[in-house]
C-alpha cells in the first residue's frame, strides 16, 4: 500500500510538472500579456520559429541583455537589443507588461531598465514577436494597431520588412548605431541612416563626420553602389514608398529576391556596413558587399575638386585633381597627402556670362547636389548658368536636374555606371578667352557679316547651276528599272534574292514622286523623309528617302532591307525595292493610305472613327505580326522599336508593322541579347532594354502593351508625363487596383465598345508590359489570352519602373534624361 501511495505521488507530481511545463512553453510561444512574463531563460518564439526573443550575455561577458535573434542558428546572431545601456548584472531580470500598458524590462528588485516609454496609460496590451523579427506592442483587441515596434527602434541591423523613416524636412535620421565593440551592445560613435538633402542617400557618420555615403537614389539603385546591379532586380530590391504621409514622411524598405533567404544589413562597430545572407549549405553567413572596402569609397578622400580612382596603383596617385584645378598645396600632394584638395586655377566670370562647362564622366556625383525643379526655368545648363554660385550641374537619370552650389567633395571615378557631371569652368579653360574688348567684338562682327553675305551669295550661284543641271537630266531622265547590282550587293551582300527584289534608279524614283516635292511628303522622321510616288500603270508607292544627316547609317539600312524582303504576312508592310545610287539610300514600300496607326488614333477629330471593332482587330492584327516575326517566319525576328508610328494602315484599316531598321535576327535557341547601342523610342522600352541594353522578344511584348493600352484608352503614354502617376501604365495600374478599369477605355468612340473586351485588353496590356521579363507573357500567349474569352488571364504585378526614363527618341551619345520615380508600396489589385 505504501508503495503504491508512493508510486501516485509521482504520478501526481510528473503531471504537475508536464502541465508547469505547458504553460512554460506556451509563455514561448505565443504573447507577452499582463498574465505572464519572460524570465530569464524563457524566451518569446516568432511564428515559424525564425526569431526568438530573450536574455543574452555578449561573449566574454556575465551582464545580461534583453535581445532578439536568429532561433536556429549558431552562432547566435543578435539583431536588436532593448537594454543597451543599462545591462543587468545577474539573472533575475524579467520583460513584463507594466500597469501603464508598456512593455519594461525590470531587474530583480522590480526596478525598471528598459520601456517602451509609450504616453499615455494604455491598457489591454499585448507584446507579440512577428516572424520578421518585429517585437510589437499592440491592443489585444485589435491588433491591427501598434503602439509600439522595435523596426521604428532600431540597434545596428536593417531587417527585410524594416521601414526606415526619412522625413524630408526634418533632415538627417541617423537610425542604426552599432555595437561599441564585438562584445559590448552599448552605443557606438559610428551610426548610418538617411540624408534627404537634394537626393535621398545612405551616409554612415563617425559623430557628426560622414565617412562613407551611397549616392543619391535614383528609383533603381544607390548611383554610388553601381554594382548594386547585380545583387537586385526591377522587383526586389531597396523601394521608396510614394506619395509622403502627411507629415512628408516617405519610407525606405527592401524586398529580398528570395523571401526565404535569411538576409540583414549590419552596421559593425568598426563603422563598416555589410550585407549579409544566410548560406544554408555551408551554415554560415555569406557577404555580400561590404561598404566602404576600397580606399576610393572613403568620404572625400582626396580633397574638394579631386576625383579618386582606385583602377589606379597609389604609387601613380589614385587622387587628380579634375580639369581646371590644381593641388591647393603641392608639398603635401606630393607627399600624399590629398585632404588640402585643389583649387581653381582661372576665377569664374559670372558677370560677364562668359563661363563655360566640361563633361566628366563615369562620376560618383558630388556630395551635397540639390534637385531643381525645371518648370519654365529653361534648361538646367540654364538654371546652373544663372546661379554665380553654381558649380556643376547634371541631369541624372531617375532623379532630374541637379545642381551643386558648394564645393565638389566626394567624387570617385568608376570603371562601368556612374554618371556625368558638367563642371563650371572660366572660358579660357574650355578655348575661350577671359576677355573680349568692344573694339574687336565690332571689327569680328563686321567680317562675320560679310563672310556670311559672300557665303550665301556663293550658295544662290550653285544652286542656280544645281537647278540648271537638274532640269537638262529630268528631260533626259530614264523611267526604267535599273539593277545597279554591283553596288546593291556591296551594301547588302546575298542575303537578299536580288532578281526578286528589284532597285531602281533614281531618276525613275525621282520621276514618281515629282523630284520629291512638298506635295507628295507623307511625313518625316528621324530617319529621312516619306514620300508618296506614282509608277506609270497607277501603281502607287511610298518613298522613305533617308537624309544624309540621318540617324539610320548603312547598317540600319542593310539590315532594314534584309530583313523586310524576307518576309510575308498580311500584318508587315511589303518592301517593293530599293534605290542605291551616289549617296543615295531610298527604300520603296507599298503605299498606305491611311497613314500610320498614331494620326488616327492620337487626333482629336480622327481617333472618333476608330470605333471599338476597328480597335479590337489593330490589337489582333499587331498581335500576329509580332507572332509571325517571333515564331512562324524563317527568322526568329526582335523588332525593338515598334510604337504607334511605326503601325501603317491600308485603306481597309487593316494594321501593317513597319521600319525594321533597328530590328535584330536571332537564331532559334537564342533567347535574348545585350548591346552598348540603346536605340527606340522611350516609352514603349522595356526595363531591361533601356537600362541594361539586353533585348528579347520579351521586349517587343512590353512595346505591344504600352501599344494595347494606348489604343483602348486614345492617350499618349506619355501623356501622364510629369502626372503622379508618371505614364499611362502607371495610370492603367492605378485605376485596376482601384476596380474602376473601364475608366481607361477611350470615351470618344462613336460605338459603345464591348467593356469585357477592352478591360481584358487592359489586362493583357498589363500582364506585357510587367518589369520582369520573367512575368511577361510571349506572343503565342498573348494571342490566346486575347483570342479566348474563357481562359483565365493571371494578376499582373505592380509597376514600378514606368517612368524610370524620359519619353523621346534615343539618340546614341547623348545623355538620357530622366524623370525622377518613386515606387509604390504593395497595392492589391482585384
Known amino acids: 500500500m505504501a508503495k503504491f501511495k508512493r508510486n501516485l505521488t509521482s504520478v501526481t507530481t510528473l503531471l504537475i510538472l508536464l502541465q508547469l511545463c505547458s504553460i512554460v512553453s506556451c509563455i514561448r510561444s505565443t504573447l507577452i500579456t499582463r498574465n505572464n512574463t519572460i524570465r530569464d531563460g524563457d524566451t518569446l518564439i516568432s511564428e515559424e520559429e525564425v526569431f526568438e526573443l530573450g536574455f543574452f550575455s555578449p561573449k566574454d561577458s556575465t551582464l545580461r541583455y534583453v535581445g532578439i535573434w536568429y532561433k536556429n542558428i549558431q552562432p547566435q546572431t543578435i539583431v536588436w537589443v532593448a537594454n543597451r545601456e543599462r545591462p543587468l548584472s545577474d539573472q533575475n531580470g524579467a520583460i513584463k507588461l507594466a500597469d501603464d500598458g508598456n512593455l519594461v524590462v525590470v531587474d530583480g528588485k522590480n526596478n525598471t531598465v528598459w520601456s517602451t516609454n509609450v504616453p499615455p496609460k494604455l ?95 535614383n528609383s533603381a539603385i544607390f548611383t554610388g553602389v553601381p554594382d548594386m546591379f547585380h545583387f537586385t532586380n526591377y522587383i526586389h530590391g531597396f523601394k521608396l514608398s510614394s506619395p509622403p504621409d502627411p507629415d512628408g514622411s516617405v519610407f525606405l524598405t527592401y524586398v529580398p529576391s528570395n523571401k526565404d533567404d535569411l538576409s540583414r544589413f549590419r552596421i559593425r562597430f568598426d563603422g563598416i556596413v555589410q550585407q549579409l545572407r544566410w548560406n544554408r549549405d555551408a551554415r554560415n553567413w555569406t557577404s555580400l558587399q561590404v561598404k566602404p572596402s576600397k580606399e576610393c569609397e572613403k568620404y572625400n578622400r582626396c580633397g574638394n575638386y579631386s576625383v579618386c580612382n582606385d583602377s589606379k596603383d597609389f604609387d601613380s596617385s589614385k587622387c587628380s585633381c579634375i580639369y581646371g584645378f590644381e593641388p591647393a598645396y603641392q608639398n603635401q600632394w606630393n607627399n600624399r597627402n590629398f585632404s588640402g584638395g585643389c583649387i581653381r586655377r582661372v576665377p569664374l566670370n559670372c558677370s560677364d556670362k562668359v563661363d563655360g562647362f566640361r563633361v566628366l564622366k563615369g562620376m560618383k556625383v558630388p556630395d551635397f547636389g540639390s534637385v531643381v525643379s525645371l518648370n519654365q526655368s529653361g534648361t538646367c545648363k540654364d538654371v546652373c548658368m544663372r546661379d554665380c554660385s553654381c558649380m556643376a550641374y547634371e541631369v541624372v537619370p531617375g532623379i532630374g536636374c541637379m545642381i551643386w552650389t558648394r564645393d565638389l567633395i566626394d567624387m570617385e571615378h568608376f570603371e562601368h555606371g556612374g554618371n556625368s557631371i558638367n563642371i563650371r569652368l572660366a572660358a579660357s579653360e574650355i578655348g ?62 546575298d542575303q537578299v534574292d536580288t532578281p526578286d527584289f528589284p532597285t531602281f534608279s533614281f531618276n525613275s524614283v525621282a520621276s514618281a514622286t515629282g523630284d520629291f516635292s512638298e506635295e507628295n511628303k507623307l511625313g518625316k522622321g528621324g530617319f529621312g523623309t516619306v514620300y508618296k510616288g506614282n509608277f506609270p500603270g497607277g501603281r502607287e508607292i511610298a518613298v522613305k528617302r533617308l537624309s544624309g544627316k540621318s540617324k539610320q547609317g548603312l547598317e540600319e539600312f542593310r539590315n532594314e532591307i534584309s530583313l523586310i524582303a524576307k518576309l510575308q504576312h498580311r ?260
Open 123 to 217: 491598457n489591454n496590451t499585448v507584446a507579440v514577436l512577428l516572424k520578421t523579427g518585429d517585437l510589437v506592442l499592440s491592443s489585444d483587441s485589435d491588433r491591427d494597431t501598434r503602439f509600439w515596434e522595435s523596426f521604428n527602434n532600431p540597434t545596428d541591423t536593417f531587417l527585410p520588412g524594416m521601414r526606415v523613416r526619412v522625413n524630408l524636412s526634418s533632415g538627417e535620421n541617423q537610425a542604426f548605431i552599432p555595437w561599441r565593440s564585438e562584445t559590448d551592445p552599448s552605443q557606438g560613435k559610428y551610426s548610418m541612416g538617411i540624408d534627404p538633402f537634394g537626393a535621398i542617400e545612405i551616409v554612415i557618420w563617425e559623430g557628426e563626420t560622414r565617412k562613407w555615403r551611397s549616392g543619391p537614389w
Open 571 to 830: 500584318n508587315l508592310v511589303r518592301l517593293l525595292g530599293c534605290c542605291i545610287e551616289n549617296d543615295e539610300k531610298i527604300l520603296l514600300y507599298e503605299y498606305m493610305p491611311n497613314n500610320s496607326l498614331d494620326h488616327f488614333l492620337f487626333d482629336e477629330t480622327k481617333q472618333r472613327n476608330l470605333e471599338w471593332r476597328k480597335r479590337w482587330d489593330i490589337i489582333g492584327g499587331i498581335a500576329r505580326g509580332l507572332l509571325y516575326l517571333h515564331r512562324d517566319s524563317r527568322l526568329k525576328i526582335i523588332h525593338r522599336d515598334l510604337k504607334a508610328s511605326n503601325i501603317l494602315l491600308d485603306k481597309e484599316i487593316n494594321p501593317k508593322i513597319s521600319d525594321f531598321g533597328m530590328a535584330r535576327i536571332f537564331n532559334y535557341r537564342q533567347d535574348q541579347a545585350n548591346t552598348i547601342r540603346v536605340v527606340g523610342t522611350y516609352g514603349y522600352m522595356a526595363p531591361e532594354y533601356a537600362m541594361e541594353g539586353s533585348f528579347s522578344e520579351k521586349s517587343d511584348v512590353y512595346s505591344f502593351g504600352v501599344l494595347i493600352m494606348e489604343i483602348v484608352s486614345g492617350r499618349k503614354n506619355i501623356s501622364f508625363r510629369g502626372s503622379e502617376h508618371g505614364s499611362l501604365i502607371g495610370y492603367a495600374w492605378h485605376l485596376w487596383s482601384q476596380g474602376n478599369t473601364k475608366e481607361l477605355i477611350d470615351p470618344t468612340m462613336m460605338a459603345n465598345p464591348d467593356v469585357n473586351e477592352a478591360i481584358r485588353c487592359i489586362h493583357v496590356g498589363m500582364l506585357c508590359t510587367q518589369d520582369s521579363v520573367i512575368y511577361r507573357p510571349n506572343m503565342g500567349s498573348v494571342l490566346l489570352m486575347l483570342e479566348s474569352q474563357t481562359s483565365h488571364l493571371p494578376r499582373p504585378r505592380q509597376p514600378t519602373f514606368h517612368s524610370f526614363l524620359n519619353f523621346g527618341e534615343i539618340v546614341e551619345g547623348q545623355n538620357v534624361a530622366t524623370v525622377n520615380d518613386i515606387t509604390l508600396t504593395t497595392v492589391v489589385g482585384r
Open 432 to 493: 575661350g578667352t577671359k576677355e573680349i574688348s568692344k573694339f574687336w567684338i565690332i571689327i569680328f562682327s563686321t567680317i562675320g557679316a560679310l563672310m556670311f553675305g559672300l557665303c550665301c551669295l556663293c550658295i544662290w550661284i550653285l544652286w542656280r547651276f544645281r537647278k540648271r543641271v537638274k532640269d537638262f537630266l529630268w528631260k533626259n531622265r530614264d523611267s526604267s528599272v535599273k539593277p545597279s547590282r554591283s553596288r546593291f550587293q556591296v551594301l547588302v551582300g
